[in-house]
T-cell receptor, first 114, second 116 residues
Framework: DGGITQSPKYLFRKEGQNVTLSCEQN?????MYWYRQDPGQGLRLIYY???????QKGDIAEGYSVSREKKESFPLTVTSAQKNPTAFYLC?????????????FGPGTRLTVL | AQKITQTQPGMFVQEKEAVTLDCTYD???????LFWYKQPSSGEMIFLIY??????QNATEGRYSLNFQKARKSANLVISASQLGDSAMYFC?????????????FGTGTRLLVSP
């Protein structure tokens, strides 16, 4: 089955620690995205990548970093510089050749800072 | 910049009835796309329906239809014959040009509760 996997589902972090969220897709999509969702809010774009070894900041990139070394993988690191990292994080992908098609989402990672 | 507004924080509907979820948008670009996603309590985002700005007809996908009124900049989602499983958050989103690919801007969502 093609799809997007995110791990872990739940993540707890102490203040001051960096943590990396995993996102893998087997849909052969070029474009991948990271969103953050706070309670009662919509999704906000953190970073996106159109091709391997290239990525751009979204609307709320401060305190986050990403890499795109493989087409299938787009990990997100939440650094200690992110002031309020407790949130639900969603990874998505889409075909770069079909901008009018939907984004496919993973199941999400819920990060809690203790 | 593109903006999506969903003014209904919550909506209630009885099973088997139809419900309309409102979405208005703001953009100065003539080419854009509008999406609706469903988010159950489990958290994943499920794509429901898409409308392109140049599409002549309103989009339909099974029980979902999109009431697209371009002059009013609205793209309301209509769910016919509501089912208990339709209870979820619903998000309207717009493709943000001229990125050339699919950067989406989301509204704040509407929580739909379907009662028996």
């Amino acid at each position: 089955d093609g799809g997007i996997t995110q791990s872990p589902k739940y993540l707890f972090r102490k203040e001051g620690q960096n943590v990396t969220l995993s996102c893998e897709q087997n849909l052969n999509h070029d474009a991948m995205y990271w969103y953050r969702q706070d309670p009662g809010q919509g999704l906000r774009l953190i970073y996106y990548s159109q091709i391997v070894n290239d990525f751009q900041k979204g609307d709320i990139a401060e305190g986050y970093s990403v890499s795109r070394e493989k087409k299938e993988s787009f990990p997100l690191t939440v650094t200690s510089a992110q002031k309020n990292p407790t949130a639900f994080y969603l990874c998505a992908s889409s075909s770069r050749l079909a901008p009018d098609r939907e984004q496919f989402f993973g199941p999400g990672t819920r990060l809690t800072v203790l | 910049a593109q903006k999506i507004t969903q003014t209904q924080p919550g909506m209630f509907v009885q099973e088997k009835e139809a419900v309309t979820l409102d979405c208005t948008y703001d953009t100065s670009d003539p080419s854009y796309g509008l999406f609706w996603y469903k988010q159950p309590s489990s958290g994943e985002m499920i794509f429901l329906i898409y409308q392109g700005s140049y599409d002549q007809q309103n989009a339909t996908e099974g029980r979902y239809s999109l009431n697209f009124q371009k002059a009013r900049k609205s793209a309301n989602l209509v769910i016919s014959a509501s089912q208990l499983g339709d209870s979820a958050m619903y998000f309207c989103a717009m493709r943000d040009p001229p990125a050339g690919f699919q950067k989406l801007v989301f509204g704040t969502g509407t929580r739909l509760l379907v009662s028996p």
